[in-house]
């Protein structure tokens, strides 16, 4: 079935730092999500993608949708405190009609030193 | 902001035993889900749910679950007998449906712990 390769696993950094994480797949999909999640909570949504060659910005975050439609990118520019948690990519494959289920990646865990 | 609500938090059952998982959607959506996620792992679509019937569902899905949405509000997730590896967050999530490039919200999950 549809796998989305999330890297890196885990990223140790400073705080201001940037930071720099992908999804990539040998399928196809529609729309790439970003989501964060904090420890005992669901998924929230931080960036949507819907068009190849998409660059979207949600303040200090950007994503990309890449324009083979097999790939994203997140970026977060000065990373603070609160930026802590895990981090996963989502896509929806390319059907015509129906509910489009996401298709998660492994995750990325941030941990930032102060 | 409108948000996707599950109850209980934190579920605790006997292996063996029935459980069922409760959600409300947000109230304009059309497609509601539920993902799995087991403890260190990512999080597993279970089945899709539109019009009254499943959409689509997995592999995990099998005839140990089942979906109802009882009345026009809620949607369940029931788990007829318990099995040890059901131990996971699940999750629910709703959108308003296709066409829309709205993004599915998600709940904040039900811990689920089989003893």
């Known amino acids: 079935g549809q796998q989305l390769n999330q890297s890196p696993q885990s990223m140790f950094i400073q705080e201001g730092e940037d930071v720099s994480m992908n999804c990539t797949s040998s399928?196809?999909?529609?729309?790439w999500l970003w989501y964060k999640q904090d420890p005992g909570e669901g998924p929230v949504l931080l960036i949507a993608?819907?068009?190849?060659?998409e660059l979207t910005s949600n303040g200090r975050l950007t994503a990309q949708f890449g324009i083979t439609r097999k790939d994203s990118f997140l970026n977060i520019s000065a990373s603070i405190p609160s930026d802590v948690g895990i981090y996963f990519c989502?896509?929806?494959?390319?059907?015509?009609?129906?509910?489009?289920?996401?298709?998660f990646g492994q995750g990325t865990r941030l941990t930032i030193n102060p | 902001e409108p948000e996707v609500t599950q109850t209980p938090s934190h579920q605790v059952t006997q292996m063996g035993q029935e459980v069922i998982l409760r959600c409300v959607p947000i109230?304009?959506?059309?497609?509601f889900y539920w993902y799995r996620q087991i403890l260190g792992q990512k999080v597993e679509f279970l089945v899709s749910f539109y019009n009254n019937e499943i959409s689509e569902k997995s592999e995990i899905f099998d005839d140990q679950f089942s979906v109802e949405r009882p009345d026009g509000s809620n949607f369940t997730l029931k788990i007829r007998s318990t099995k040890l590896e059901d131990s996971a967050m699940y999750f629910c999530a709703s959108d308003p449906g296709q066409g829309a490039n709205q993004p599915q919200h998600f709940g904040d999950g039900t811990r689920l712990s089989i003893l």
């Open positions: 993608l819907y068009k190849a060659g």
């Open positions: 399928s196809i999909f529609n729309t």
């Open positions: 109230s304009n959506h059309l497609y």
């Open positions: 989502a896509g929806q494959p390319l059907i015509i009609q129906g509910a489009q289920k996401l298709v």
